[in-house]
């Protein structure tokens, strides 16, 4: 995706009307993910760009418990990461890891989960710093991709725990490699992302779907 | 199944009045398999035979999610894969390998899934082109099996995206092997079928079963 | 359990009323079970002593689909597998081996599974016709064990399709050395009983823990 | 966290009128547990300090299926584990457990559970008498803990019937090494808290997680 300068249009805040809407949607895809196992307790963080205002990010609070979470567990922040509202809301450490991404492409969604088959793949399968995959139909999950006869390499990155460090790597990375569909981080779990959330829905299924074969195939003696 | 000729009585598509329910029945199966992990985001296709109308086929639209697959995320095509209604609505690109199916024989119902399992017993089981089960008191679930004494052969076809070419692939080698009650595209995942949605639901449940089964036998170190 | 002879005092099949919520109670368990994989489509039966006659048994009617199972998809059967309503209504082939049991115990609620992990206890775990379980807290959901300290073992029969001589072989084989609290039939699944259905329900959830342990503890080298 | 002594204020048990939304609450948690498969039949007990006394505790009632467990599943003990309300119910024999940890710490929450993952972890992973694990985010879950690059050690006790003995071992340990975040019986799961049940609930969830990396890692050849 090519890096995009756009105009800066605040609304007032109080003015956002499709928060609750935004925040209901995403809600209740991440309790679902709950129920995967993909967000134990109080982890992730889930986000989409603001339809009232393309600066705007609406992003789960911190601490919030994935299994229950609902709109007003979300907040809106701005591209740096500072909460425009609920006053006082906490934002997650990890909202630069977010707000980095949207500010360098046009995405409308990045879905952050803790599942353990990113982590084990990050751990068993990477090769050369990369989750490289291949072969399989539902590749054709990610946009631009039309033949199972592709192969997607997933970055792995090391966890660290200074947020602007290590979102500097991250997009250190895509810019010399191009912006890949998605990375892991070591020991912590998977970022996605899409133009919609529709479609970082369907990349995040997908990735899952991938490393959980990649780790069977690896199982049973596979390469 | 043999081979059926049928007469052609089309009723106009405004008086179908089944295509609701039997799309909403449908409907509520796809989203129990996508809570399973067989149809991961939007993959995935799902038919019946229209009750209106045996040339008809009901069947799920291109690129739906799954996890929220209702009545209206289905449409109505001819034997040859052509929309009748809704007007403009896409068909899957595999919309083929579900008529050709019912083209050539008497079923009602064709179920598609992408099941890790099924890919994994295409890799893992597969010997002369078949994944071959037996001795489990659950082949009973296939129609004129009566005793767990039996075997059933499920053919594995290469992974291609031309449609066209792999249906007739299909249709060659049961028209020389005789039908099967199902087959996995490598890579891709499993089609199976019955007389009505009620018998294919066995039918998948039952392969999914027993693909699982065999998979972890062979993990075991069973043979 | 010991054996009991007890009077007949049949009341008319109208004046049953306990049905429907004994129906009721038991369907709902069995979705439940369907959920977690162990009753495949339309396998396995499910039984209960009636509250309105000792001598008849409320159970599953052949061939009922146990995702959807529902309280008029019982029936009200003797103790020699016969129907006594609704009329017409099938009974399962494997009626007699439930009945069976009802007959020769003080029994209430007789459950049957095809779970994959009863079926690979018995391929992997089997010594001397038997699974055999220890040290596990767990255990204690046994009526009378009261220490991990305990063992039990589960006899394992050979799958055949003669109903009624299978049932002799179980019968006379329990009756050589004593009662278990369940079995497996090879290639085929578990039955287990309970005074109640509460009892049989809290058997049937031990035994497959246990059964999922000692078949995880194998896979990690263990005994 | 440091022992502490408080006054005994007792209320009446006709005041106590935080219990139906204390159990309820708890009630929901379990059911939820149920359905992963933790907390098998009528296994494992949970409770939470009373709101209305902070020598009362709120606990699941002996004998109890998770599946179904509500507020009047529950009751109210002292510290000693006596029956405080409602007159006759019965606690469960490891009552004690639960409530000399309420003794010693400030703590408002113990969850236990039977949980596969925590046995295996404990015969699996186990040194020194110790579960050690760490490289993972989700440490961050623990209160205190701010980097992957920490390590928790879960202690691992024999089981015996006696729960005083038991209770007193697993005190004297804590006492002589610090309080863990949980700790886990042999053959039998894991017993962790939280000074609410937001946190209790949040430490095991991180537990459940941690003890399935490390289980797969070993699994996969790792260390």
Known sequence: MALVSRGSHHLKPGVANSFDQQAGNLASLVRSYYQRGWVPATSSNFSVRSEDNEDWIVISQSGKDKEYIASHDFMLVDLEGQCIQPKGAKPSAETLLHTSLYKNTEIGAVLHTHS????????????????????????????????????????????????????????????????????????????????????????????????????????????
Chains 1, 2, 3, 4 share one sequence.
């Open 116 to 223: 353990l088959d990113s982590i084990m793949a990050a751990e068993v399968l990477r090769e050369n710093g990369v989750i490289s995959m291949q072969g399989l139909e539902l590749l054709k999950a990610f946009s631009g991709i039309e033949t199972h006869e592709s192969t997607i390499d997933i970055p792995v990155f090391q966890n660290i725990q200074d947020m602007k460090e290590l979102s500097e790597r991250v997009l250190h990375s895509f810019s010399k490699s191009g912006w890949p569909v998605g990375y892991v981080i070591e020991g912590h779990g998977i970022y996605t992302w899409g133009k919609s959330l529709a479609e970082a829905k369907r990349h995040l299924e997908a990735l899952e779907y991938l490393f959980n074969f990649h780790l069977r195939r690896k199982n049973h003696g596979g390469h």
